[in-house]
């Protein structure tokens, strides 16, 4: 089995990592498929849980039905013959393209504006091009969308024992322990705040830790911006409470009002091992 999963996100980390999310979820099931990350920007690579290809996103060219199916986007879609093809978020690029793919396609919510779905003269949302649609954060609001449990990367059992950070750090057990982590724009680690002493992780550097969340149970505090990732990991690894969230402006995404919204809220599974499951059940039909 060929899984494609393709999104065309390119501030930070967030979105090719939801890619590596499901992939890693596929291997806790012993699903040896092949997943295929198809993105403008690499997510962390020094993982086998999937395979990564790099792909341009050139809006004027998808634009143009004659044009799409001609694109580098296309051409590697065809190319790697999915039998499902995951997209996150970005439908838009896919819209010409998508009736070439005899594959299967679900589409990822995460929170997004209204005017994400309202297209434009030259792409409209085409909601039969999408099998299933699946909410992944309560803010979600696409009225056949099915509630999912946020995609996360790491589950409680895969986060480092505690006294790992201090030791690889080499600081003393006892010295308190601050980190500001930002997986967005370059810099925006430098505006969360915290001391002199703080130890700043910024995704754009190799110092950053990969997946940051497994290494934070040491940490006595932790500044964090509100983006999906960050939010969600803190929620379901247990360390929410710690973490002082900045939220940072996005076009297509409110992350004031994740944290003002999300917070009370409680995760019951990973959603990433859902939607394995769902992918594994429907290979085995």
């Known amino acids: 089995m060929r899984i494609a999963f393709f999104t065309a996100g390119t501030v930070g980390l967030g ?22 990350i198809f993105s403008p920007i690499p997510a962390p690579a020094d993982h086998e849980w999937a395979e990564q290809e790099l792909v341009r996103i050139v809006p004027a060219e998808l634009d143009d039905p004659r044009c799409a ?33 005899s594959c299967e396609a679900w589409l990822l919510l995460r929170y997004v504006p209204l005017w994400w779905f309202a297209g434009s003269r030259h792409r409209s949302f085409v909601r039969a091009q999408f099998t299933r649609i699946f909410a992944l954060e309560p803010l979600v609001r696409w009225p056949d969308a099915e509630p999912l449990d946020p995609v996360v990367i790491s589950n409680p059992e895969e986060c480092q024992p505690r ?19 930002q997986a967005g ?26 997946p940051a969340a497994e290494w934070l149970g040491d940490a006595d505090e932790i500044l964090s911006g509100t983006g999906y990732n960050s939010f969600w990991e803190a929620v379901w690894l247990g ?18 009002r994740r944290l003002n919204l999300g917070q009370p809220w409680r995760m019951s599974k990973n959603g990433a091992d859902v939607l394995a499951a769902c992918i594994t059940g429907r290979q085995s039909h």
Do not use: N
């Open 239 to 256: 360390y929410a409470s710690r973490v002082r969230f900045v939220p940072f402006p996005r076009s297509i995404d409110d992350q004031r």
């Open 163 to 181: 006294g790992s950070l201090r030791e690889r750090l080499g600081l003393a057990p006892d010295r308190r322990l601050v980190v500001a982590m």
């Open 185 to 210: 724009r370059p810099g925006e680690a430098l505006r969360l705040g915290g001391g002199p002493d703080c130890v700043r992780w910024d995704s754009s550097l190799p110092s950053y830790p990969f």
């Open 15 to 36: 979105h090719a990592v939801r890619g590596l999310a499901i992939a890693r979820a596929l291997r806790r099931r012993g699903c040896e498929a092949s997943f295929r």
């Open 69 to 101: 199916r001609e694109t580098e986007l296309a051409r590697s879609l065809l190319a790697y013959k999915p039998d499902l093809l995951i997209v996150d978020l970005f439908w838009a690029p896919l819209r010409h393209i998508r009736p070439a793919l």
